[in-house]
């Protein structure tokens, strides 16, 4: 907020940089701390992979689609309705499934990782 303030031209050029470092620091972080895990889960759930990605472009789709005219809201719509779909998985994991071990995890990092991915392409 002080580099806005006092030095708004160069916080201004610095924001976008900034923005894709801190995204792929978080995905550093959720590969770095789910890795054995995710691993295991998408060799054997290769079909899922793709259906999850067709899941978070729909869902971008969507978002978009319905937000209006403006293109910084249809951005935000677009993005805030692909990030309801890990925290629905895991209102399903929890719900359904909660005795099997590592559900909540391995849906979180995969479903996740994923619609970051995905977001990141958008």
Do not use: D, Y
């Not at 295991?40 to 990605?53: K, M, W």
């Not at 249809?74 to 309801?84: C, E, H, K």
Request: hydrophobic share 60%.
């Amino acid at each position: 907020m002080g580099l806005r303030r006092w030095f708004a031209a160069v916080s201004a050029r610095l924001v976008a940089p900034l923005e894709k470092l801190a995204n792929g620091l978080l995905l550093l972080v959720i590969l770095g701390l789910t890795l054995p895990v995710l691993g295991a889960f998408l060799v054997s759930n290769l079909l899922a992979q793709p259906l999850i990605a067709a899941m978070a472009v729909l869902s971008l789709a969507v978002g978009w689609l319905l937000a209006g005219p403006s293109p910084a809201a249809s951005t935000t719509t677009a993005l805030v309705t692909s990030m309801g779909n890990p925290g629905l998985a895991l209102l399903f994991a929890t719900s359904h499934a909660p005795g099997i071990p590592m559900v909540k995890l391995t849906i979180l990092s995969c479903v996740l990782l994923v619609t970051i991915l995905v977001s990141i392409l958008f």
